[in-house]
């Protein structure tokens, strides 16, 4: 079974950019769409962002104009870049392939706007 990895997390200022990275193991076109999903404290895993087979892509609508999904086929991996980072972006960041029935996670990535 396939397996995912993020990295790219870290400490940024506020306005300051990431881009983090969802590596797969095998061909990245065998998932049918990947996920972007965050959790702050005290929150419920959400959403970010996502990006289909097909290119179709999609935002929740406090990052959009801000993060951009996108995927690279020859590294096998899905990037999220993140500008105009703010406080409430706070959280750990998951990657999420669907294949089939199947859901394949990554182990996930801090991502943490202070001053």
């Known amino acids: 079974q396939a397996h995912l990895v993020e990295s790219g997390g870290g400490l940024v200022q506020p306005g300051g950019s990431l881009t983090l990275s969802c590596a797969a193991s095998?061909?990245?076109?065998?998932?049918?769409?990947i996920h972007w999903y965050r959790q702050a404290p005290g929150e419920q895993r959400r959403v970010v962002a996502f990006?289909?087979?097909?290119?179709?892509?999609n935002y929740m609508v406090s990052v959009k104009g801000r993060f951009t999904i996108s995927r690279d086929n020859a590294k096998n991996t899905v990037y999220l870049q993140m500008n105009s980072l703010k406080p409430e972006d706070t959280a750990v960041y998951y990657c999420?392939?669907?294949?089939?029935?199947?859901?394949?996670w990554g182990q996930g990535t801090q991502v943490t706007v202070s001053l």
């Open positions: 999420n392939g669907r294949r089939g029935p199947n859901d394949c």
């Open positions: 990006i289909t087979r097909e290119d179709i892509t």
């Open positions: 095998e061909n990245i076109l065998s998932f049918s769409v």
